[in-house]
């Protein structure tokens, strides 16, 4: 069914889908994953100081917070400024679309030379400071438009076919909905496998993957004036990383401590 994930697959007795199963688990519990979700916290200003308690010795020598005492959790938020001048130096200004093929110039110019876009590349930009990598996905929509979206870092489970990071051999990405069961929010965690071949769907139920429908979709379909369908892919996987470095280390992993210790200074002189 996902042949792609044969050469991955070192248990033959595993499965498929207990194959991504166990790649999803493996990500999530990975300090790649922490880093992404923690340089998005302190880009919100959600720092590690919201955990600060005042505490003295207390009987047995263990530590006892003591709440009648100031507890000031002063958030100085020099990393967010930080993101911020590194986005804007790289993609702060609009640039300019030149080749010596003036016919290929004009055909691009109305996608990529527009404010839409430059606003577009901003927020890629700040995934890869925040993330250490961002994603696009150039596709098709329903109405057979040529779009290109964004995908959250920590969405995306890379499968490399080599060590510089440069060739694709699947991709799985795992992200979360809101819907409503009569009256009731429920949030449902739907996966999508990237191959080759085109998108597999499944939602994760637990442990389990449950195949949705429709279950594969090739990345774009063409119609004839006939009504007659054909499927197409393209020669790659169409999932482009943008890298904030050659190791993908997000800005956070090397400034993380600094924030937290004038974060921590600043709270307690306060106190």
Known sequence: MIGQLAR???DTRMTDEQFIIAEINRFRRSKRYDDMIKGEDYYEGKHDIRYK???????????????NLPNNKIVD????KMVDQKTNYLVGQPFLIQSENQQFVDAVKPYLQTKKFFKFMKAV????????????????NERGEYVITRFKPYEIIPMWADAEHTILDCAIRV???????GL???????VELFNPDGIYYFELKDTILVAEEPFYQPYFTVINDDGTEHPFNWDKIPLIPFRYNE?????????????????KIESQWQD
């Open 77 to 80: 938020n020099q990393y967010k």
């Open 53 to 67: 308690q005042r505490t003295a010795i207390g009987e047995n020598g263990k530590l006892t917070v003591l709440d």
């Open 125 to 140: 930009a700040k995934d890869s400071v925040n993330c250490g990598i961002g994603w696009v996905y150039p596709h098709y």
């Open 175 to 181: 992200y979360e909905v809101v819907v409503y069961e």
């Open 8 to 10: 991955k697959n070192v």
């Open 247 to 263: 190791e993908e280390l997000p800005l956070i992993s090397r400034c993380k401590s600094m924030q937290d210790g004038l974060n």
């Open 184 to 190: 009731e929010e429920k949030i449902v965690q739907k």
